[in-house]
DNA sequence: CGCCGAGTTGAACTGAATCAAGAAACGTGG
DNA sequence: CCACGTTTCTTGATTCAGTTCAACTCGGCG
């Protein structure tokens, strides 16, 4: 069983084994070597992939700064899920941090994917959801929060992370400096 | 026509008018005084209103001090869409800022618009993919904009909003204290 | 080896918070 | 409709969290 069978049925519950296979079928089986990109900015981000195995970043770029907003590793989904649903042109560039594994989708089959599973449209609005309340939280961590608190709170939650990526990305991400991030990370190993 | 009829067609295109009918009537009327509540934090929000006048504050409590998450004025939507959906407990507190009427449906009523109007799927997906936009964008303008580029963004887009709202919940709302808020206003003014 | 990106550390600086006080606007009861 | 208390908003002085700039270390890789 691949792991986005695993990842259908954890977060969905039960589907029957028929609609599993469905779904899964439709998701072709790629690789992305290390730099590469899966999504440019400006462009239309015409599939959603998940992650089997590997890194990605999704960042944009302001001022010659990079902004990290999301890193999919194992498990996660990854695509501009608004320009994907509206076709439009995205903000984001979407690159491999290593070599990465990935299912992917089609917006095309995508858009099948209801016609073969009836209970599709149910699972696709939990996920949908979802991914709002992990925004949802992501802002009320900025309203009220030191970065100090959401560097121990995202450490919490994603500790494999910490070792996998450059931790210039997850200060970006969780919006700070890399010095900073640094600074606070010396202090909670002590 | 109903300010929800208008933000339905507007937002979601042609419905035929059959289907536009069958989802406002499920829709109820009710109204709420200022000061009253919505949503209590910790409370099940068992229900998504449309505000047709008035204005609605989403905030939680932290030690004492709250924090603004969401201000909904006529023409937007006031729920907690996390507990709405998975029918847990909020974390938020709707309260009225002033008089407001609404229009109200029940989680229950909410579950059998599916079933009177099929392409309902198609625009609710629509919704969701809007409302994780918009909070796609707020994280962004924490991890790439200073407190003054925050609330220029935000004036630009709600500039109606501040002569209508106590101005220190915005400043919540933009992550910034109603001092800081009241020093770039008065910059911004001259 | 030498280079380059990642991470650390220190010092100076700054955007924004905090604290405090006063002015203006508001709404509530008489 | 006025008076009074409360909330909102402003302004100034001070403090502090986090940024910036710069220098240095370390480890991997060509």
Known sequence: M???????????????????????????????????????????????????????????????????????????FATDLSSFIFEKPSRWTIQALVDTELYSITKEDYKKIGNFVPKWNELEKLFLVRCFTILEDRVFSHLSMTAEERYNLFFENNKELFNQVPLHYIASMLGMTPETFSRIRKKQLL
Chains 1, 2 share one sequence.
């Open 2 to 76: 691949t792991e986005l069978e695993q990842y259908i049925k954890s977060y969905f519950g039960i589907v029957a084994i028929d609609d599993l296979k469905t779904i899964v079928t439709l998701f072709k089986t790629t690789t992305i070597k290390r730099g590469e990109f899966l999504l440019k900015s400006g462009k239309y981000c015409n599939k959603l992939s998940f992650v089997q195995s590997g890194l990605l970043r999704m960042f944009a770029t302001i001022d010659d700064k990079e902004v990290t907003q999301w890193i999919s590793t194992n498990g996660y």
